[in-house]
């Protein structure tokens, strides 16, 4: 993974400065096998949040999913589904870049490895009950919890 500054986004801001970007971006649902969901806690926000970031130019949705979650958490994912697309067109990233979101949440239906605690990009990784997900959650995490709590299999788009 290239850092900030190579990345697609690092580049594009260079060039745009504080225009609005439009970012597409991946997040995954990682449950363990007692059905807690996976957050991790992010380096520059210390805000919890679910593996997830930005797609780089070369990968398919699938590809950028896969290589966020190994970046944040060491995780490989076998298998995922598709299971909604958000958009956020009033975000604003924790440096005060402002951005309009479009993110395709992936339910993992299989992953393998050792849960990393810390990586380049987070501090902590913990898994949560559904209904007491961590204080310091980024708030669009409530809708997507209450979708999974209601999810039976269909594609949402929000």
């Known amino acids: 993974m290239p850092n900030y500054e190579e990345s697609y986004v690092g580049r594009m801001r260079s060039l745009i400065g504080q225009e609005k970007l439009i970012v597409v971006a991946t997040r995954a649902v990682i449950c363990d096998p007692q059905g807690r969901i996976l957050f991790v806690r992010r380096k520059d926000n210390e805000r919890w949040v679910m593996p997830s970031g930005a797609l780089e130019t070369t990968e398919t949705l699938m590809e950028g999913m896969k ?40 339910l993992v239906e299989e992953w393998t490895g050792t849960l990393l605690n810390e990586t380049d990009e987070t501090t902590q990784a913990r898994f949560f009950e559904v209904d007491l997900p961590p204080e310091n959650c980024a708030a669009h995490y409530q809708e997507v919890l209450r979708d999974l709590r209601q999810y039976q299999g269909q594609f949402l788009l929000r």
Do not use: C, H, N
Not at 69 to 94: C, F, H, N, Q, W
């Open 67 to 106: 290589r966020e979650v190994k970046e944040e958490t060491g995780l490989d994912v076998l298998r995922a589904i598709p299971m909604a697309i958000y958009t956020y067109p009033d975000s604003v990233t924790a440096y005060g870049d402002p951005y309009y979101q479009i993110s395709l949440q992936f």
